[in-house]
């Protein structure tokens, strides 16, 4: 029994042991039949497909904190033509993770590899399928979708594509200071994830979701990957999944010197600005010269005379943060 069931069941007990009007022994009968129900669910297993390299375990580190070893990507079963599903050990519990080589590997093993996977697919809670954001070949792609899920169109659903590798995308210029995209970058990436969502969608019609660029090695993206993640799950397993959850906090590879220039400010208690600003006075005659408000110069200028409140919400959403960066950099003030 993982750490966080046990400590679901604890909390249960808890409440149970406190409520009154129950006799001992229907207090047991409650908690064994809560305590078999949870145990009898198993954890949650993900299929993950994509070539050798593209980042899957360094995925599944990023969203469930575990160890899954990295750059080790030929020791995969592969040639043993069974299936290689892995017990994971994430910081919230055991996952399954099905780690499917690239059906791109060699033309001679491809029938086998659709045999192979047609077996397991039925099995997964989610099929992630993580290609490079920056390839934009997906011809291969799409073959294996059709001849994959063509004759189970039942489970287009539990599909998920990631773009991993955001920050390898065009023209290469990765904001490593606020660690996010640059803005041509940002566009770049975009652009892909509808291009690529419109190229699956033209051999799976039925598929409603949509590409998730992201970037495993540096937190990047995350939440938009597993929010995906948890609406290909089937609604009654999604809880096995989102009690996994541990995503990687992606400031933590941000700048420390523009966190510290945030903190700083947070400590001086710089008291936040109006959210309302106050109707502008009508014009008068002798008008004085208004000193002009001037944009931020840096990310970390910007980040300095945010109030207390300001930084938490922004620390705490990666969207918002970039948002902020976005705007900063775009020379608009705050
Ligand atoms: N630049 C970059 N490299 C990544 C990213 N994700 C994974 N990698 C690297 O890609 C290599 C292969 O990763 P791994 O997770 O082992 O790939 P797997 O073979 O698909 O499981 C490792 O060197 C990772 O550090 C990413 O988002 N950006
Ligand atoms: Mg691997």
Redesign the pocket.
């Known amino acids: 029994m993982s750490g966080s069931i046990r400590g679901r069941l604890r909390r249960f007990t808890t409440s149970v042991d406190q409520s009154d009007g129950l006799t001992s022994a229907q207090r047991t009968a409650i908690l064994q039949g809560y305590e078999e129900a949870l145990g009898s669910e198993g954890p949650p297993r993900l299929v993950l497909i994509?070539e050798?390299?593209?980042?899957?375990?360094?995925?599944v580190n990023a969203l469930f904190n575990a160890g899954q070893a990295?750059?080790?990507?030929r020791a995969t079963t592969d040639r043993a033509w069974t299936i290689p599903v892995q017990e994971v050990s994430g910081s919230n519990g055991t996952l399954e993770v099905v780690?499917m080589p690239g059906l791109g590997d060699d033309i001679t093993n491809y029938r086998r590899y659709v045999d192979l996977y047609r077996e397991i697919l039925p099995t997964a809670d989610a099929i992630v399928w993580?290609h490079p954001a920056k390839d934009r070949m997906v011809h291969l792609v799409q073959q294996a979708l059709a001849d994959l899920f063509g004759p189970s169109p039942e489970l287009v659903g539990r599909l998920v594509f990631g773009l991993?590798?955001?920050?390898?995308m065009g023209p290469h210029d990765w904001n490593t200071r606020a660690n996010l995209p640059s803005e041509l970058q940002r566009a770049a990436l975009r652009e892909r994830e509808e291009d690529f969502t419109r190229r699956i969608a033209r051999v799976l019609p039925a598929w409603q979701g949509r590409a998730v660029s992201y970037?495993?090695?540096?937190f990047y993206n995350l939440t938009a990957l597993f929010k995906e993640m948890m609406y290909a799950v089937p609604e009654q397993r999604r809880w096995v999944l989102e009690q996994r959850m541990d995503l990687a906090d992606f400031t933590a590879l941000v700048d420390r010197k523009l966190l510290q220039a945030a903190t700083a400010t947070t400590l001086a208690e710089v008291p936040a600005d109006d959210p309302e600003p106050p109707a502008r006075p009508e014009p008068v005659a002798d008008q004085r010269e208004q000193p002009r408000i001037q944009p931020p110069r840096s990310v970390a200028d910007a980040l300095a005379v945010l109030s207390d409140a300001q930084w938490r919400e922004l620390h705490a959403d990666r969207t918002r943060f970039q948002e902020f960066v976005r705007r900063v950099e775009r020379g608009n003030g705050l």
Not at 52 to 59: I, L, R
């Open positions: 994509g050798a390299g593209v980042g899957k375990s360094t995925t990295v750059g080790h990507s780690d993580i991993n590798k955001a920050d390898e970037a495993a090695l540096r």
